[in-house]
Nanobody
Framework: QVQLVESGGGLVQFGDSLRLSCAASGYIFNNYAMGWFRQAPGKEREFVAVIRWSAGSAYYADSVKGRFTISRDNAKNTVYLQMNNLKPEDTAVYYC?????????????????WGQGTQVTVSS
């Protein structure tokens, strides 16, 4: 069983930065994909970024490419999402997710493990 706990959300202004953290516990092996998703009010949950636990390969949604960076610290069992140049449209609850696969998967239903989410609000 895998447990995920997100932190680092908050209220920021347009152009600011935030770093989200996802602490993982339980059986996290090298062949896990770790993803970040977000969900704004009234919208479906959408893919943001994904990284392999064992290597640095990552993939991003077009809407965040060049602004967000996903990374992991295996020693701390933690995945990060560095978010720069934030925009009001980035406002959402951000979720961390894990799946036992080496593929860089992007669809929410492919992830069996989820955190509780952390709110990010960007004011204009």
């Amino acid at each position: 069983q895998v447990q995920l706990v997100e932190s680092g959300g908050g209220l920021v202004q347009f152009g600011d930065s935030l770093r989200l953290s996802c602490a993982a516990s339980g059986y996290i092996f090298n062949n896990y994909a770790m993803g970040w998703f977000r969900q704004a009010p009234g919208k479906e949950r959408e893919f943001v970024a994904v990284i392999r636990w064992s290597a640095g390969s990552a993939y991003y949604a077009d809407s965040v490419k060049g602004r967000f960076t996903i990374s992991r610290d295996n020693a701390k069992n933690t995945v990060y999402l560095q978010m720069n140049n934030l925009k009001p449209e980035d406002t959402a609850v951000y979720y961390c997710a894990a799946a036992l696969t080496v593929a860089l998967i992007t669809r929410p239903h492919e992830y069996p493990y989820w955190g509780q989410g952390t709110q990010v609000t960007v004011s204009s």
